[in-house]
């Protein structure tokens, strides 16, 4: 069983930073593909960016992804939010069967609680 523990959710002003953290206390969670995924109220769960198990880190558009091997954790930066990035972040783990990653839900096993992000002036 692979336990993920979200962080870091807030509220912050239109254009603002955050910083999520996705932690676990097994060293195995290396072995796993990363995928964040975001829900908003009334709308679908969607990917937001994913990082497999061979890759440290890796970024598209306002959204950068990295691991730190020595904390075991996934780390989400987010910059330039918008009001449309409100959502309930989560953090979910696969197991790494292929070197590439995909933000495929049913594809991920291990699902974190979740952490709220709220764009808001």
């Known amino acids: 069983q692979l336990e993920l523990v979200e962080s870091g959710g807030d509220l912050v002003q239109p254009g603002g930073s955050l910083r999520l953290s996705c932690t676990s206390s097994?060293?195995?969670?290396?072995?796993?593909?990363i995928g964040w995924f975001r829900q908003a109220p009334g709308k679908d769960r969607e990917g937001v960016l994913c990082?497999?198990?061979s890759e440290s880190a890796t970024q598209k558009g306002r959204f950068t992804l990295w691991r730190d091997y020595a904390k075991n954790g996934v780390y989400l930066q987010m910059s330039s939010l918008k009001p449309e990035d409100t959502a309930v972040y989560h953090c979910?783990?696969?197991?790494?069967?292929?070197?590439?990653?995909?933000?495929?839900?049913?594809?991920?096993?291990?699902w974190g609680q979740g952490t709220q992000v709220t764009v808001s002036a």
């Open positions: 097994a060293p195995s969670s290396q072995d796993y593909n």
């Open positions: 990082l497999s198990a």
């Open positions: 979910a783990a696969a197991p790494a069967t292929s070197s590439s990653c995909s933000l495929d839900v049913p594809l991920y096993n291990y």
